[in-house]
């Protein structure tokens, strides 16, 4: 196989990864600056309870469209890099299984809405949500597609300029038309905005189908083949909408709703990872294929080091202040400031998992499924008990004349919701370990991103947080997050940073741009 450039040139795979991570991490703080205004909408004006229901619809039908993309979100990249077939027409095989797949999950959410809204009255066309399943199916597949291609710059487009900005724009010009339905046709629009987006340069770059003809017989053997990785990335996905699940089943709808902000704001940070998914997989596959593992095992070190660094620092940034940060969507949602400080532990925790994954759905895959598996077990156990246990605790604590608030609704406790918060920090801790473990054997070397000067990078930080705290909240929001990012940022580039993690803030000519090394990337995945 002749080796493109990437590939050749000295420490090309980590400067296609660093230029793939740049493009994807502007989008990341773009569609932080869109996320936070809906939250602010959905909470000052719509409400804790609405957001509630809002919340518990949305994940069940996005966790169906996960489920709809039959793996090929992570999967098309090597049915791509394998084929002799026309890539278009290989791409459109791939969106016809999104379209067979989110038809048959939009039935059954259509025929049990109760899935949707188990917490609350089914209102009008409630029951036609689940028809934004095929918009966010065949969006996925679409970016997947455009960044085999190297064209990350779609996905940071689609996901992180007119989705979020459509749904945070469409909520507050809605909210005049309807408190109890605004919510809910925002998203709808949000999914339009991105199923265009994402078509829109699919068309440009692969052109039409000419010539395609569905196979089914070759259809039904891709989407067998990625029963594993369906799984594990429904699974990987769902884990971080499971704990809105349980609390609609043991919660009231505002409490739900307070959780929602908690776990928004927490799952920032995770999208650092998503931030080098469509450039990590092409990489991976490309070295697997070479059967150069050692290479696998150090893009797998050097990503997850980058990720842990970012989701610390950006952990205790937003974690230090914050009673500020909820404070911000209103009042009553600083009742989830614990929620929100353990979800940004677990977020940190998950990131070894996360990176080890990316190259486990290619080499062990249906082990990688079954830590999934038995990380959702330990997640729904382990936030059940505490649930309870947290509620039988909180009473005995007030009538020993210690702080404890207990409404007279268990349902309504903003405190023992916190237990679905640790259950998820423990099942990430769970799968972390059994994952890299797993990956290190398969691979032959040790693919840990863990670093030690984050602990004194953290330490700095910590110690800005202390004066932050003591500063009012405007203060804390406003000069406050900067400080401890700063303060962080400071230790872990002097201490942490080699010279090639700093290849990720390397621009100009000297260095690729992303684009360009992405590009290179994807040729040499191809080979001649």
């Known amino acids: 196989m002749t080796q493109g450039l990437a590939a050749t040139e000295p420490g090309g795979d980590i400067k296609a990864l660093a230029a793939g991570g740049r493009t994807n991490f502007f989008g990341f703080v773009i569609r932080l600056a869109a996320r936070l205004p809906f939250l602010f909408v959905a909470g000052r004006i719509y409400g804790a309870d609405a957001l509630g229901r809002f919340a518990i619809a949305t994940i069940t039908v996005e966790f169906a469209a996960q489920l709809a993309t039959l793996g090929l979100k992570r999967g098309l990249a090597q049915q791509l890099s394998r084929s002799e077939r026309p890539h278009v027409h290989v791409v459109w095989d791939a969106m016809l299984l999104g379209l067979v797949g989110s038809a048959v999950a939009a039935a059954v959410l259509i025929a049990l809405p ?16 689940p028809l934004t399943i095929f918009g966010w199916a065949l969006s996925d597949i679409a970016l997947a597609a455009l960044a085999y291609r190297g064209d990350v710059a779609a996905t940071v487009k689609a996901r992180a300029i007119v989705e979020p900005w459509t749904i945070s724009i469409a909520a507050f010009a809605l909210s005049w038309y309807s408190l109890r339905d605004g919510l809910i046709l925002a998203y709808v629009l949000s999914t339009i905005g991105a199923f265009v987006a994402s078509l829109w340069p699919l068309l440009r770059s692969y052109g039409w189908p000419s010539g395609w003809r569905p196979e089914p017989v070759r259809l039904a053997k891709i989407a067998a083949r990625n ?47 998503t931030s080098f998914d469509p450039i990590l997989g092409p990489v991976i596959t490309r070295n697997l ?35 500020a940060v909820m404070g911000l969507v209103g009042p009553t949602f600083v009742g989830g400031t614990a929620a929100l400080g353990f979800l940004l532990a677990a977020e940190a925790i998950a990131a070894t998992a996360a990176v080890s994954e990316a190259a486990l759905i290619y080499v062990a895959r249906w082990r990688n499924l079954a830590i999934s598996l038995m990380m959702i077990a330990v997640q729904v156990v382990v936030s059940i008990t505490l649930i309870y246990a947290l509620r039988e605790t909180l009473p005995l604590l007030r009538s020993w004349g210690l702080p404890a608030r207990l409404p007279a609704d268990a349902r309504a406790d903003p405190v023992s919701a916190a237990g679905v918060a640790v259950g998820l920090m423990v099942a990430l ?55 401890i990012l700063a303060a962080y940022g400071g230790v872990i580039w002097v201490r942490g940073f080699t010279h090639e993690d700093r290849a990720l803030f390397r621009m100009g000519k000297a260095e690729d741009n992303g684009a360009e090394a992405a590009a290179r990337t994807v040729q040499a995945a191809k080979g001649a």
């Not at 009255?121 to 949500?129: E, S, T």
């Not at 594990?232 to 709808?253: N, V």
């Not at 398969?442 to 500063?471: D, H, Q």
């Open 429 to 483: 801790g769970f799968a972390s370990v059994l994952k890299s473990r797993l990956l290190a054997k398969r691979l032959g070397a040790r693919v840990s991103g863990w670093r030690w000067p984050i602990v004194w990078a953290a330490a700095a930080a910590s110690a800005a947080g202390a004066i932050v705290v003591l500063m009012p909240e405007w203060f804390q929001l406003a000069f406050g997050v900067i400080l």
């Open 114 to 129: 109760r899935m949707m809204f188990p917490n609350s009255a089914i209102h009008g066309l409630d029951w036609l949500l």
């Open 227 to 273: 029963v594993p990785l369906a799984g594990a990335d429904a699974i990987e996905w769902g884990s971080r909408r499971l704990d809105i699940y349980i609390l609609g089943r043991f919660f009231l709808p505002d409490i739900v709703g307070i959780y929602y902000v908690a776990q928004q704001v927490a799952s920032l940070p995770q999208k650092l990872k």
């Open 289 to 323: 294929e070479e059967g150069n593992r050692v290479a696998v095992a150090k893009q797998v070190r050097q990503v997850g080091f980058w990720i842990i660094a970012a989701q610390v620092g950006i952990a205790l940034a937003l974690g230090i202040p914050g009673e």
